[in-house]
């Protein structure tokens, strides 16, 4: 079993930058990806960003160049660094840790990002 809880959510104007976590607990394995989708109203979730347990890293376009995935493995815990924040980036973000072995997707409770002025 895995538990993930993000924190680091809040409001924030355009322009602006938040930091997300994501600690993870249970039976963790650091070669598996963990990555962040969010979800806004009215829309589909979508994948954001994904980082393996070697490091590499991948990003939906819309996000690229201004936020950064990483992760510290000796915590359990994977971030995502958000700059140059946009109104559409308004949504709840959603830690997730891929268990490879079982093929199956853990997630976390969500934090909701809101970019406003």
């Known amino acids: 079993q895995v538990r993930l809880v993000e924190s680091g959510g809040g409001l924030v104007q355009p322009g602006g930058s938040l930091r997300l976590s994501c600690a993870a607990s249970?039976?963790?394995?650091?070669?598996?990806?963990m990555g962040w989708y969010r979800q806004a109203p009215g829309k589909e979730r979508e994948l954001v960003a994904t980082?393996?347990?070697?490091?590499?890293?991948n990003y939906v376009d819309s996000v690229k160049g201004r936020f950064t995935a990483s992760r510290d493995n000796a915590r359990n815990t994977v971030y995502l660094q958000m700059n140059s924040l946009k109104p559409e980036d308004t949504a709840v973000y959603y830690c997730?840790?891929?268990?490879?072995?079982?093929?199956?997707?853990?997630w976390g409770q969500g934090t909701q990002v809101t970019v406003s002025s």
């Open positions: 980082i393996t347990g070697a490091g590499r890293t």
């Open positions: 997730y840790y891929h268990d490879l072995g079982s093929n199956y997707d853990y």
């Open positions: 249970g039976s963790i394995f650091r070669f598996n990806a």
